[in-house]
């Protein structure tokens, strides 16, 4: 069970936008910024977004992310069949002292 | 050119302990701000953040796992070390070293290694 709360699936068709949800509490991303992940099938987790809604460079803007509240969402515009891949988000946690992730959305390219 | 790669055994047995090396290139753990956390991920399943250590050599542990896990920095080696003792076959995972960069996210991994608990 994981701290923050995604849905395990997501799809889309290419060129349309999806939106990928992040529920957590007043101790993670109510008081911490959130981060957003890329695992692309067997390699290892790529930083997508930090601080809420920055882009590393080398991210293509069509990924963006945003944090209401004790909430965050990441969106991808102008869907690409490479984008198929699981998404994770992850705050730090004051209660816990400690990194908490959600359990991944699994996001399929129709 | 920042670079981070995992070593360890592939398989242990119930019970034993598990010693795992992160040898990172670009960067120093005695550099001020620096950090580097150890996160796990089990076949099938989702991330699971493990520990953390600060340049400072603060160490910070997941509650769930903190009583079976001990982080180290050797800063002369490059290293960060990750030990577990008392492994289960639910500790089978593939395990990521990682660095801290802006905004206290995990701007570079590892390539990961897979670690199975069978007798």
């Known amino acids: 069970q994981s701290v923050l709360t995604q849905p395990p699936s997501a799809s889309g068709t290419p060129g349309q936008r999806v939106t990928i949800s992040c529920s957590g509490s007043s101790s993670n991303i109510g008081s911490n910024t959130v981060n957003w992940y890329q695992q692309l099938p067997g390699t290892a987790p790529k930083l997508l977004i930090y601080?809420?809604?920055q882009r590393p460079s080398g991210v293509p803007d069509r990924f963006s992310g945003s944090k209401s509240g004790t909430s965050a969402s990441l969106a991808i515009s102008g869907l690409q069949s490479e984008d198929e891949a699981d998404y994770y988000c992850?705050?730090?946690?004051?209660?816990?002292?400690?990194?908490?992730f959600g359990g991944g959305t699994k996001l399929t390219v129709l | 050119q920042v670079t981070l790669k995992e070593s360890g055994p592939a398989l242990v047995k119930p019970t034993q302990t598990l010693t795992l090396t992160c040898t990172f290139s670009g960067f120093s753990l005695s550099t001020s701000g620096m950090r580097a956390s150890w996160i796990r991920q089990p076949p099938g399943k989702a991330l699971e953040w493990l520990a953390r250590?600060?340049?400072?050599?603060?160490?910070f542990y997941s509650t769930s796992l903190k009583t079976r896990l001990t982080i180290s920095k050797d800063t002369s080696k490059n290293q960060v070390v990750l030990t577990m003792t008392n492994m289960d076959p639910v500790d089978t995972a593939t395990y990521y070293c990682?660095?801290?960069?802006?905004?206290?996210?995990?701007?570079?991994w590892g390539q990961g290694t897979m670690v199975t608990v069978s007798s």
């Open positions: 250590i600060d340049w400072d050599d603060d160490k």
């Open positions: 992850a705050a730090w946690d004051d209660s816990l002292n400690g990194k908490v």
């Open positions: 990682a660095r801290y960069g802006s905004g206290d996210a995990f701007d570079i």
């Open positions: 601080s809420n809604n």
